[in-house]
């Protein structure tokens, strides 16, 4: 498997208290642990149109939930129903590991996904050497591929992360070692490697940045002007790298439209390793970065000890103007950030701590008194807008539990990736060694009573099997409440409006088969199973 570039930072141990007060953490609504009996991990988690879910992951397992894979690591996307359900999986690769790193809904309700890949068999056509950028373009059809596209040189070329563009094609980030084939500039060892394509997936531009050592970009986001923002990390204060504090900085650029014109560049951090992994554009034009700090020193500030979540907020032109280290006095790791609706941030990653800004850890079975923690839980953190706390939450069991990948819902809550080991505590139904594991936050406004009665809402459909229609009767209704209906390979057929506690939905459009009504919004949610003939 390729080096792990999230868990290089030795564990510190020291000493900190926090003495403020939190509001209440939403509780979970629902989990999900999906794989075989080999390994499975998440890297990226979206909200599809129809109110669903699409992870994209690697697996191992041929075995589970898991069918086809090729050999070692596939890509292996799920793609789940609102209440988690399992709809349709794909497993996409060769016989070499393929890891899916990123994954998009594209306007006509399929996918675009991309990771790396060391195959040149089975779905992978031409490799240039060891492991190269990989992008699929599916339909929204159970992941039938449309077209596929290798990208990189006779070095290792990976992509972290693809985004759309507003012409209607793509541009992603990652990292490179080539200087040839797709590659040009390479400016020594690692660098950003940044590549524009157009709808079909060809080049139209490739830009690579960085310096003597090892830059690697980890997110891109486009501005409204046209251009990108590319955050990352970089080491040393050769070649494009300028203001470096020591080690590895988080650096982040500002580009023109084609990449050819570097607006600005920032580098922050301290003396020690500071790794950046997520970025997202905030609503004052702005930008926020999270990853993780060892450092002391230089940017950073109020470190708990060892290493901490790092969360850096920057403005339009890429001043700092706060930064939070996060975290109690072990390893601490933010792996994803977004901007809630309500102005503030969700930052998600892995604690070991037990101290500091983290309640709630979930102590291994086999940690005796005195020893270290041995497994991550969750770590799911509630900013506001100023970057102060107002919740915190560790999700997991007994073994190593990391998150991945946050994003906002449609209803308010929040839904979490990553991958599990355990089976117990807040995780149930693995299938053996590490599942990716998705676990649904309720909205924040809501009591654990009203999460309880949400997950245990009553819905019928009648008749089944139907004809021409179908009726469908509910133990409780809010005006806010839509209907989908899905096939077997999740595309959405049907959507209306609920017309009450029972609500006649005309069929006849419907070819036959087996098909799934979704109740999604309001309070509650329900997925029931009904049959055309």
């Given at each position: 498997?390729?080096?792990?570039?999230?868990?290089t930072?030795p564990?510190?141990?020291?000493?900190?208290f926090?003495?403020?007060s939190m509001?209440?953490?939403?509780?979970i609504?629902w989990?999900?642990?999906?794989?075989g009996?080999?390994?499975e991990?998440?890297n990226?988690i979206?909200?599809?149109a129809?109110g669903?879910?699409m992870?994209?992951g690697s697996?191992?397992?041929?075995?589970g939930?898991v069918?086809?894979n090729h050999?070692n690591y596939?890509y292996?996307l799920?793609?789940?129903?609102?209440?988690?359900?399992?709809?349709?999986?794909?497993?996409?690769?060769?016989t070499e590991?393929d890891?899916a790193?990123s994954?998009i809904q594209?306007?006509d309700?399929?996918?675009?996904?991309?990771?790396?890949?060391?195959s040149n068999?089975?779905?992978?056509?031409?490799?240039?050497?060891y492991d190269?950028?990989?992008?699929l373009?599916?339909?929204?059809d159970?992941?039938v591929?449309?077209?596929k596209?290798?990208?990189?040189?006779?070095?290792?070329?990976?992509?972290d992360k693809?985004?759309?563009?507003?012409?209607?094609?793509y541009?992603f980030?990652g990292?490179?070692?080539?200087?040839?084939?797709d590659?040009a500039?390479?400016k020594?060892?690692?660098?950003y490697?940044i590549?524009k394509?157009n709808?079909?997936?060809n080049?139209?531009?490739k830009?690579?940045?960085?310096?003597?050592?090892?830059d690697?970009?980890t997110?891109i986001?486009?501005?409204?002007?046209?251009?990108y923002a590319?955050?990352?990390?970089a080491e040393?204060?050769?070649?494009?790298?300028?203001?470096n504090h020591?080690?590895?900085?988080?650096?982040?650029?500002r580009l023109?439209s084609?990449?050819?014109v570097?607006?600005w560049?920032?580098?922050?951090g301290?003396?020690y390793?500071?790794?950046?992994?997520?970025?997202v554009?905030?609503s004052?034009?702005?930008?926020?970065i999270a990853?993780q700090?060892f450092?002391?020193?230089?940017?950073?500030?109020g470190n708990?000890?060892g290493?901490?979540a790092?969360?850096?907020?920057?403005?339009?032109?890429?001043n700092l103007q706060?930064?939070?280290?996060?975290g109690?006095?072990?390893?601490?790791?933010?792996f994803s950030?977004?901007?809630?609706?309500?102005?503030g941030?969700?930052?998600?990653g892995?604690?070991?701590?037990?101290?500091?800004?983290v309640?709630g850890?979930?102590t291994?079975?086999?940690?005796?008194?005195?020893?270290a923690p041995?497994s991550?839980?969750y770590?799911a953190?509630?900013?506001?807008?100023?970057?102060?706390i107002?919740?915190?939450?560790?999700?997991?069991?007994s073994?190593?539990d990391?998150?991945?990948?946050v994003i906002?819902t449609?209803?308010g809550?929040?839904?979490?990736?990553?991958n599990?080991?355990?089976?117990?505590g807040?995780?149930?139904?693995?299938?053996?060694?590490t599942d990716?594991w998705v676990?649904?936050l309720?909205?924040?406004?809501l009591?654990?009573n009203?999460v309880?009665?949400?997950?245990?809402?009553?819905?019928?459909?009648?008749?089944?099997p139907?004809?021409?229609?179908?009726t469908?009767k509910?133990?409780?209704?809010?005006?806010?409440?839509?209907i989908?209906?899905t096939?077997?390979?999740?595309?959405?057929?049907h959507?209306?409006k609920l017309e009450?506690?029972?609500t006649?939905?005309n069929t006849?459009h419907?070819e036959?088969?087996?098909?799934?009504?979704?109740v999604?919004?309001?309070t509650?949610?329900?997925t029931?199973?009904f049959?055309?003939e």
């Amino acid at each position: 498997m390729k080096f792990n570039y999230k868990k290089t930072i030795p564990v510190l141990a020291g000493i900190f208290f926090s003495g403020f007060s939190m509001a209440q953490a939403p509780a979970i609504e629902w989990q999900k642990s999906l794989g075989g009996t080999g390994k499975e991990y998440a890297n990226s988690i979206i909200q599809t149109a129809d109110g669903g879910y699409m992870v994209a992951g690697s697996s191992t397992s041929n075995n589970g939930n898991v069918t086809g894979n090729h050999g070692n690591y596939d890509y292996w996307l799920v793609k789940l129903n609102p209440t988690g359900n399992l709809q349709w999986q794909k497993s996409l690769g060769g016989t070499e590991n393929d890891f899916a790193r990123s994954i998009i809904q594209t306007a006509d309700g399929g996918y675009v996904v991309a990771g790396a890949t060391g195959s040149n068999n089975g779905d992978v056509t031409g490799n240039h050497g060891y492991d190269d950028g990989w992008v699929l373009k599916l339909n929204s059809d159970a992941g039938v591929i449309h077209w596929k596209k290798t990208f990189g040189g006779t070095d290792d070329d990976w992509i972290d992360k693809i985004i759309p563009t507003t012409d209607g094609g793509y541009v992603f980030a990652g990292h490179s070692k080539s200087n040839n084939g797709d590659i040009a500039g390479n400016k020594g060892y690692i660098d950003y490697w940044i590549v524009k394509i157009n709808s079909d997936g060809n080049i139209q531009w490739k830009k690579s940045f960085g310096g003597l050592a090892d830059d690697r970009a980890t997110s891109i986001v486009q501005t409204s002007d046209g251009g990108y923002a590319v955050s990352g990390f970089a080491e040393g204060n050769t070649g494009d790298i300028t203001g470096n504090h020591g080690n590895a900085d988080f650096w982040i650029l500002r580009l023109n439209s084609d990449g050819g014109v570097v607006f600005w560049k920032k580098s922050f951090g301290g003396l020690y390793p500071d790794l950046a992994y997520s970025m997202v554009a905030t609503s004052d034009g702005g930008y926020i970065i999270a990853g993780q700090s060892f450092s002391t020193d230089g940017d950073v500030t109020g470190n708990h000890g060892g290493t901490d979540a790092w969360v850096v907020k920057i403005n339009e032109a890429g001043n700092l103007q706060w930064q939070k280290a996060l975290g109690g006095t072990k390893l601490d790791q933010a792996f994803s950030i977004i901007q809630s609706s309500d102005g503030g941030y969700m930052v998600v990653g892995n604690t070991l701590s037990t101290d500091g800004d983290v309640t709630g850890y979930h102590t291994p079975t086999n940690t005796g008194p005195g020893e270290a923690p041995l497994s991550f839980d969750y770590w799911a953190v509630k900013l506001n807008a100023t970057g102060n706390i107002q919740w915190q939450k560790c999700l997991g069991g007994s073994e190593s539990d990391e998150a991945s990948s946050v994003i906002q819902t449609t209803d308010g809550g929040y839904i979490i990736a990553g991958n599990s080991k355990s089976n117990n505590g807040d995780v149930s139904g693995n299938h053996g060694d590490t599942d990716i594991w998705v676990v649904k936050l309720a909205p924040e406004n809501l009591s654990t009573n009203e999460v309880s009665k949400k997950a245990s809402v009553t819905a019928n459909v009648f008749p089944n099997p139907a004809k021409d229609h179908v009726t469908l009767k509910l133990d409780y209704f809010t005006p806010s409440m839509n209907i989908t209906i899905t096939d077997m390979l999740g595309k959405t057929v049907h959507q209306q409006k609920l017309e009450g506690l029972n609500t006649k939905i005309n069929t006849t459009h419907l070819e036959k088969g087996v098909y799934f009504l979704n109740v999604i919004g309001g309070t509650q949610k329900a997925t029931k199973k009904f049959i055309i003939e």
